[in-house]
């Protein structure tokens, strides 16, 4: 690959979080990054405060969307909602695997466009006194693998796991499936609350196929600079 196309490769790669609790913010801030940044997070602080129509603001830099709602529903519920992001033309959502098989495959059915439905395991705030409390036995390593098995014996092809999992869900689900990958952290940046993170390349060199960056770009006060520094980063492999 030359320098180029491993430029645009990791720019693909790198979706930013807009944990931000407004959109003339979040649109001001897409709008300043879309030279670097290609993808966004919309979470559910935003989607709440601002609903479907920051979603078309934020596609209107020409950027894709990864809407961040981790739904968990019964199945009907979860599939017309599924349905409903594809028509805001969203390119990623999330749903929690822990809703079971029905909910998922209603989800998976419910796809009509080119939306990639990515599953969540095991909260990283979750740990095994919270399995526990809520009837799980075994530990959050066992749980988050056997959610990501659910999940793909019921036809989801994409996951959000920390980029310490990455390895180990590989090894054990079919090699087509999507990674998505929180708690990155640059060596330049502060940890914030995040406790068990990587740098972007320790990511990217355990097999994850996107990171999801916050406050490293969004809380830099440059954040262009900062996304620029993390896509170079991520093209050095
Ligand atoms: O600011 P920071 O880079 O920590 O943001 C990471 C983003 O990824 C946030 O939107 C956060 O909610 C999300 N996330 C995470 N850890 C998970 C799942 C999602 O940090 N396990």
Request: net charge neutral; hydrophobic share 45%; aromatic share 4%.
């Amino acid at each position: 690959m030359t320098s180029e196309d491993s430029l645009k490769n990791a720019r693909e790669r790198l979706i930013v979080a807009l944990d931000l609790p407004r959109a003339d913010e979040a649109i001001a801030l897409a709008f300043d990054l879309a030279s670097e940044v290609s993808f966004f997070k919309i979470g559910l602080q935003l989607y709440t405060a601002a609903g479907p129509e920051i979603v078309r603001a934020i596609t209107g830099t020409g950027a894709k969307i990864f809407l961040d709602l981790k739904l968990h529903d019964i199945p009907n519920t979860v599939a017309k909602a599924v349905a409903s992001a594809g028509e805001i033309k969203v390119a990623m959502l999330t749903i929690h695997l822990s809703g079971g098989s029905r909910m998922v495959e209603a989800a998976v059915r419910a796809v009509s466009t080119d939306l990639q439905l990515l599953g969540v395991t095991v909260l990283t705030s979750s740990d095994e006194t919270t399995l526990h409390e809520t009837g799980v036995n075994g530990s959050v390593a066992e749980q988050a693998l056997r959610l990501a098995q659910l999940g793909a014996d019921a036809g989801i092809r994409g996951l959000v796991a920390s980029p310490h999992e990455v390895v180990a869900l590989r090894r054990a689900l079919p090699s087509r499936v999507t990674i998505v990958t929180p708690g990155v952290r640059p060596a330049w940046a502060t940890a914030d609350d995040q406790k068990r993170f990587t740098t972007p390349r320790e990511a990217l060199h355990n097999g994850a196929d996107y990171l999801v960056v916050g406050r490293p770009v969004i809380a830099h006060a440059q954040p262009r600079e900062a996304a620029r520094r993390i896509i170079n980063e991520m093209a050095e492999r």
